[in-house]
Every structure is written in C-alpha cells, then in structure tokens.
C-alpha cells in the first residue's frame, strides 16, 4: 500500500505564494519548496517588528532563492547579488554554475522590481569583494549564504553576512547536513565556536535560519509555531555546538 501524500504547504504571504506558485517553476535551481516557510516566517516576524532593509544572496546560480528573496523584501528595498558567474575557477567545489545572462534574464521576466537587484561579480572571500559589499552601505533583513561549500567558504560568508545584516534579520545558510557538502556543517561550527554572533533559528527542507543574538530566540518562538499549527511538519527542539535550534521534517 502506497503511503498518502504529506499535507501540504501551510498558505504563504501573498508575495512568496505568488513566487512559488508561478515563477518558482520556471527558473532552475538548489531550493527546495519547504524552505519558502523560513521566509515567510522571518517576513511576518520582521513586519511585526517595524523591520526594513534591502536583500543580498551570496551564490545565486540562476536566481531561484534571490527571487524568493526578492519577493519577500518591500517595495523600494534595495538588493545584491554576489556570484563568482563566469569565473568558474573559483568555484572551487562545483557547486552549481552561475551564469549572469541567465540570471539577468530571469531578474528581467520574475523580479517585482527587477531593476533594484545590483549584481556583483567577484569571490565572495576575497577581501576586494568584501569591500566592495560593504562600500554599498547597505544592510539587509534577508540573506541567503549558498556560495561556495567548502568549511572556509561558509564560515567567511557568515562573517560577511553577520557584518551586513539588520537587526532581526534571516540569514538563510544552504546545505546544513547535506552530506554531499560537509564543508558547509563544518564552517557553520567554526563561525559559531569562534565568536559569530548570528544565532541558529530552525532548519528545514536542508536550510538552516539564523539571526543577530538579540532576537533569534524571539524568531525562534514564531517558526516553532508556525510548525506546530501545520500538519505537515513533525518537530524536534535540537542543539548544534550547544547553540538551540527549531528542526522540522515533513510528516
Ligand atoms: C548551489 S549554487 C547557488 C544556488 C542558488 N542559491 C539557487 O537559488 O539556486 C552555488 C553558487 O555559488 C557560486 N559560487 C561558488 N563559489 C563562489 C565564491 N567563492 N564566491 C561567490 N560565488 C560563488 C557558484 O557560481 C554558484 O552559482
């Protein structure tokens, strides 16, 4: 006997269920569906709290997970979007492949406001590159870490993420415990155990959220009960390196 189907995706903010009911499909990508509840979460919980500021994805391949981001951020808030593109040699783990004309094109087609995404080509851990960002004097309450995979791509990508975040922002990292990439898992622990300052919130569909200290615990109680109210979700409260986290597992 074949198992039922799991229930599905609790309704998402209109902007995000807009994305992924139409968008999503047509722009190829490493995200899995669920992962939009982090999101969604992060954006009610900012709402509630007077929380602005512009968006920023390290590692955006064809601008799967920056759309997602673009879609959640509101109107006039400023974006970024760091990729090694072309300059594959510096994409030293494989993973994915970005192509600026491609995400261009898809920024053109899916974007709400397709002309507020800057694009930075460079190394995410190069100190030029980092410069570079924070020149822009921008700080921004969703960003996504998906570049390279290796230990000390993630741990500096963190670092850079904590430097240009708001106060209660969702810092997204991709590939938490994804075999495949244990380098990811690895820096996460260095960046924590070495005086990082983001905070684990909650993990699912392989995206771990994070947030300034001062308010992951408050983030923290929003996602656990945005978890509890879905049927689709079965919870456990876990610890990393003795840093608490929310983790959720379709039922
Ligand atoms: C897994 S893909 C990103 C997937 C994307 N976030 C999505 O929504 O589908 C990883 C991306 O990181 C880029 N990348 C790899 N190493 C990098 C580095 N050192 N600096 C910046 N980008 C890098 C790759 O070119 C690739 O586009």
Same mark, same amino acid.
């Given at each position: ?10 309704? /998402?903010?209109?902007? &995000? ?9 047509? *722009? ?10 982090? &999101?969604?979460?992060? &954006?009610?919980?900012?709402? @509630?709290?007077?929380?602005? %500021? ?8 064809? !601008?799967?997970?920056?759309?997602? &981001?673009?879609?959640?951020? !509101?109107? !006039? ?17 494989? @993973? ?5 004309? *491609?995400?261009? +094109? ?11 995404? +800057? ?8 100190? +030029?590159? $980092?410069?570079?960002? /924070? ?8 960003? @996504? ?6 230990? %000390? ?14 106060? !209660?922002?969702?810092?997204? /990292? ?23 300052? /983001? ?14 200290? @001062?308010?992951?615990?408050?983030? $923290?109680?929003?996602? $656990? ?9 079965? *919870? $456990?409260? *876990?610890?990393?390196? %003795?840093?608490?986290?929310?983790? +959720?597992?379709?039922?």
């Amino acid at each position: 006997m074949s198992r039922p189907p799991p229930p599905a995706l609790p309704a /998402l903010h209109p902007r &995000l269920q807009r994305y992924l009911d139409g968008p999503w499909g047509k *722009v190829q990508g490493f995200v899995h569906p669920d992962a939009m509840v982090l &999101l969604d979460v992060a &954006l009610a919980f900012q709402e @509630s709290h007077g929380i602005t %500021g512009g968006f920023f994805e390290i590692g955006v391949h064809q !601008g799967r997970f920056l759309l997602a &981001l673009e879609h959640a951020a !509101g109107t !006039g808030e400023p974006g970024l979007a760091l990729d090694v593109f072309e300059d594959q040699a510096l994409n030293i783990d494989k @993973s994915g492949h970005g192509q600026r004309a *491609v995400l261009e +094109a898809n920024l053109a087609a899916h974007a709400l406001e397709p002309g507020r995404v +800057a694009i930075l080509q460079g190394d995410s851990t190069a100190p +030029a590159t $980092r410069r570079a960002v /924070l020149a822009r004097g921008e700080s921004y309450r969703f960003i @996504s870490v998906d570049g390279g995979h290796t230990a %000390g791509h993630a741990a500096s990508d963190l670092r850079l993420a904590e430097e240009v975040a708001t106060p !209660g922002a969702a810092v997204v /990292l991709d590939d938490f415990f994804n075999t495949g990439f244990p380098g990811v898992t690895e820096g996460l622990a260095q960046y924590l155990t070495s005086g990082g300052t /983001l905070r684990p919130v909650g993990v699912i569909g392989g995206k771990m959220l994070l947030s300034p200290l @001062s308010w992951s615990d408050r983030m $923290r109680a929003a996602l $656990r009960k945005r978890f509890a109210e879905s049927p689709r979700f079965r *919870v $456990r409260e *876990v610890s990393f390196f %003795g840093f608490p986290y929310t983790q +959720a597992r379709v039922a």
